[in-house]
Every structure is written in structure tokens, then in C-alpha cells.
């Protein structure tokens, strides 16, 4: 009993480990955070959308580069000054390009990579349409590619049939 006991803490203490390495981490500071709830929400739900510029993989939400707690210091003050969510990201894109987004917008610029994934799965699609086929046509084929047999070889093949049933 006491093996499964201890094996079964084991278990549950990995599996909190790594449910807390999974959990993103936020990068927000308590003299960051705004006193109105609201605006608040609408700082980190941005801040989730814009990407640190200097980690490059990671919103502003969750990098601890002062980069990052400038942009979100930014745009709460850009909150409190009354501006809207779109008029926020819009000073943010033109002050720092689409890079800024972790979405970038469907634009000319960037149809390349909204349509990419798409191009991708449709010529994967006709690739393995393309090698169902030929294996279809193969298989249909294949009879028909098979020349009969000569009467030697016929002869030949019937002397071979006789002598194993001969032996068994």
C-alpha cells in the first residue's frame, strides 16, 4: 500500500508541474494593472493580440522585455485617453507595421501567408488524388498487361504441377 501510495503522489505531483509549465505566464506588473475593471480587460485582451517585438513569439501579455511593458503601458494610456480598441492597434500597426499583430490582417501584403496553409492542403489533396489514380489504373492495368501462356510453356508448366503431386 504504501508504494501505490507514494507512486500515486508522484503521479499527481507530475501532472502539477507540468499543468504550471503549460499555463502562460503574464508579464503584466501590479503598477501596470489600471483601477477600472473594464479597461483593464480591454488592456490585456490587446495585449494578448500584439506581439513583443523583441521575443517575437510572445504578446506583450506575456514578455518581460521592457519593450513589452512600454507597448503596455501604451495602450492603457491610450485606454484612459478614450481611444478604441481598432484605434489602438491601428497607431500601433502604423507606428510598428503588421509585424506587431500575432494575427496579422488579410491584406495584399500578407494574402501570401493567410493563403499559404490552403495552397498547401490543396496540392497535397491533388498529389494524393493523382496517386490513388495511377494506383487504380495500375491495378486495372495489370490483367490485361499479362501475355497467355505458350503451349510449351503450357507443357512445361503441367510437367512441373505433375511432379509435386507426385511427391506429396
Not at 506587431?100 to 494524393?128: D, M, N, Q, Y
Request: net charge positive.
Amino acid at each position: 500500500m504504501g508504494k501505490s501510495r507514494a507512486r500515486w503522489f508522484c503521479l499527481v505531483g507530475f501532472a502539477a508541474l507540468m499543468l504550471a509549465t503549460t499555463l502562460p505566464a503574464v508579464a503584466v506588473q501590479p503598477d501596470e494593472v489600471l483601477s477600472d475593471s473594464k479597461l483593464e480587460a480591454r488592456a490585456r485582451a490587446l495585449s494578448r493580440e500584439l506581439r513583443c517585438m523583441v521575443c517575437q513569439n510572445q504578446s506583450i501579455d506575456d514578455s518581460d522585455a521592457p519593450l513589452a511593458r512600454d507597448l503596455r503601458l501604451l495602450v492603457r494610456e491610450r485606454l484612459k485617453a478614450g481611444d478604441t480598441d481598432t484605434a489602438i492597434i491601428d497607431f500601433l500597426v502604423a507606428r510598428y507595421g503588421q509585424f506587431v499583430l500575432l494575427r496579422p490582417r488579410f491584406e495584399w501584403g500578407t494574402a501570401l501567408l493567410w493563403l499559404t496553409p490552403l495552397l498547401v492542403l490543396c496540392i497535397g489533396i491533388a498529389a494524393a488524388g493523382m496517386a490513388w489514380r495511377s494506383r487504380r489504373n495500375a491495378v486495372a492495368s495489370a490483367p490485361e498487361s499479362v501475355a497467355p501462356l505458350t503451349q510449351v510453356e503450357e507443357k512445361q508448366l503441367a510437367e512441373i504441377v505433375a511432379g509435386q503431386d507426385r511427391r506429396s
